[in-house]
């Protein structure tokens, strides 16, 4: 452990984001963003190779120096031959520090390095987990550079422990919308720190969504229009610029607010919170638009005990008009909400899946056996699938009227919960895959009267015990699972990284609250998290319901 540390040093850095600015040229450094992110007060400055270094040594070194992307990671580059070509950009290799290995033949002309492999992030910045036990073997060629070992062959990309990884990289979302121009989606990437506001901006005007994203979400730059130069600078009046062709006059003014109001919600996620868009130096007129919000109501709606459907206000239950009674009709196990409270997608006691709508009507959807609770999505249609029968997942009107959804969680033998997104462009879902609980996600793409899921995004590759999730924000899923009697809260973020932590015993279902998580245990009681604590907020509820956002 000393050894792989040895070399490397830890420059503090302090964040003064109140008298530093940002440089009114080249690469933008962003100060913090909305949210207080403590790695960022960190910068890894690695050393270049030490005199008369072993090929082994070297190789080490040159590993390390991949925590110091300056300078296009000008200080790996000294481990190199003159001529070396590799690429630091085209991916990140995350591994476990502790089980790397690096050995050398006896004449010291090639190191093989072995890892155990955490996960990984492509050129575009998406992040994937790896398979639980994954290992990766790098091999390295060398050779004598006036007397010194020097690399001549290195792997393209950058390897970074686990503890070292959201130090030198920062984690932003490339902002989309949704198909009908209505929400943000946030697609989160992962970029080096010094770079990230232009490697965000680059993604966005010049890349495409992450794969599994393609289909189920829209950009307004158009696919011909390319920014001019690769980076974001900053005006006389300290407004961050974009710089787009001539071509970009020619565009009518609702696409020009629809590509304003993607740039300023991606860029804010990289500290930035004006930009401007200009050609030669001139700002092009442009509004951030308004969307709609993905938060769900403050208060829970539940069912309780004695059977009354409505809205927690204290200690009281205020039912919402004609739709209560049709819910409370149906005798529910789950309940899930529309936005706008006009619809109700129901579990029934019986196993049944049926619909309540405002008007006080009710309809039986699906009757298969093994039904899982339905989820609604953007348009308002209902979807129900057997537990045991992934690919027969199916969309219904709120009347009845069935759609087969296609491509439904391929190789998957099982799903045992799922959720769409507030957006209504995702879908969350456990998933047993060769007796393997995973989670997943994918897109949900519409094409003409045709609805498929994309291909699977997984977020975990083990979650054993797994029984109940949740959308907990744009980005957050949370997973409830069970071992050994146990209950814990998983939460996976959909751009990788995630947190275990715990929850109120016996909790048995899930759901995104205002701005946490609420959990419903078996006796019927309700809490919701407050920082890192767990709050009692009622007792004699009998059903928890999702909410799809909210009225407000």
């Keep these: 452990m000393k050894r792989a540390f040895a070399g490397l040093s830890l420059l503090l850095v302090l964040v003064l984001s109140a008298c530093t600015g940002l440089p009114t040229t080249g690469y933008v450094n962003p100060g913090r963003g909305p949210e207080v992110d403590q790695t960022q007060q960190f910068a890894f400055v690695p050393d270049g190779p030490l005199e008369d270094a072993s090929p082994s040594e070297i190789v080490e070194g040159f590993l390390r120096a991949g925590s110091g992307p300056a300078d296009d990671w000008a200080t790996a580059k000294l481990f190199l031959a003159p001529g070396t070509q590799w690429d630091p950009r085209a991916r990140v290799t995350i591994d476990r520090l502790a089980d790397r290995r690096a050995t050398a033949v006896p004449d010291g002309t090639s190191v093989g390095v072995q890892l155990s492999t955490i996960a990984g992030v492509d050129a575009d910045g998406a992040y994937s987990p790896a398979v639980n036990g994954a290992t990766e073997t790098l091999s390295f060629t060398l050779a004598r550079v006036d007397d010194q070992w020097r690399i001549t062959s290195a792997p393209d990309g950058v390897v970074l422990y686990e503890e070292v990884f959201p130090t030198v990289y920062q984690a932003a979302s490339v902002a989309y919308f949704d198909p009908t121009w209505s929400y943000i989606v946030p697609d989160v990437r992962w970029f080096p720190r010094p770079l990230v506001a232009s490697r965000v901006t680059t993604a966005l005007v010049d890349g495409q969504p992450s794969a599994w994203l393609a289909g189920a979400v829209k950009s307004a730059f158009p696919d011909e229009l390319s920014l001019v130069g690769r980076s974001v600078t900053l005006s006389a009046s300290g407004v961050a610029q974009v710089q787009l062709p001539q071509a970009a006059l020619s565009l009518d003014r609702t696409t020009l607010d629809r590509m304003q109001t993607q740039l300023t919600r991606s860029l804010v996620t990289a500290g ?17 638009l308004p969307v709609k919000v993905t938060r769900v109501d403050p208060s829970p709606a539940v069912l309780t005990a004695d059977g009354t459907f409505g809205v927690l206000n204290g200690e009281t239950v205020d039912t919402i ?11 529910p196990t789950s309940v899930e909400l529309e936005a706008d409270r006009s619809l109700a997608a129901v579990l029934t006691q019986q196993g049944a899946v049926a619909s309540a709508l405002a008007d006080g009507g009710t309809f039986l959807l699906d009757d298969r056996a093994g039904l899982l609770p339905p989820s609604i999505d953007a348009v308002g249609e209902v979807w129900s699938v ?18 087969e959804i296609g491509n439904a969680w391929p190789d998957a033998s099982e799903v045992v919960s799922f959720q769409i997104s507030r957006d209504g462009t995702r879908v969350a879902a456990v998933v047993t895959v060769a007796g393997v609980r995973e989670v997943w996600l994918a897109g949900i793409v519409r094409e003409g009267n045709a609805v498929s899921l994309g291909p699977p995004h997984v977020l975990s590759f083990s979650e054993p015990g797994a029984f109940d999730l949740a959308w907990l924000d744009d980005t957050v899923v949370g997973v409830l699972t069970s071992v050994d009697g146990a209950a814990r809260l998983d939460e996976l973020s959909v751009g990788g990284r995630g947190t275990v932590g715990s929850v109120p015993e016996s909790a048995k279902a899930i759901s995104g609250g205002s701005a946490s998580v609420r959990i419903l245990d078996d006796s019927g009681r309700l809490f919701s998290r407050r920082g890192s604590s767990w709050t009692l907020v009622a007792t004699d509820i009998r059903v928890l319901a999702v909410q799809q956002g909210t009225t407000s």
């Design 272 to 288: 930035i919170s004006e930009v401007q868009m200009t050609v030669d130096g001139t700002p092009i007129a442009a509004t951030e």
């Design 321 to 331: 008009p004609t739709l209560s009674d049709a819910v409370e009709s149906l005798a």
């Design 386 to 403: 057997p537990r045991s029968s992934p690919s027969q997942l199916r969309a219904y009107t709120p009347q009845g009227v069935p759609r």
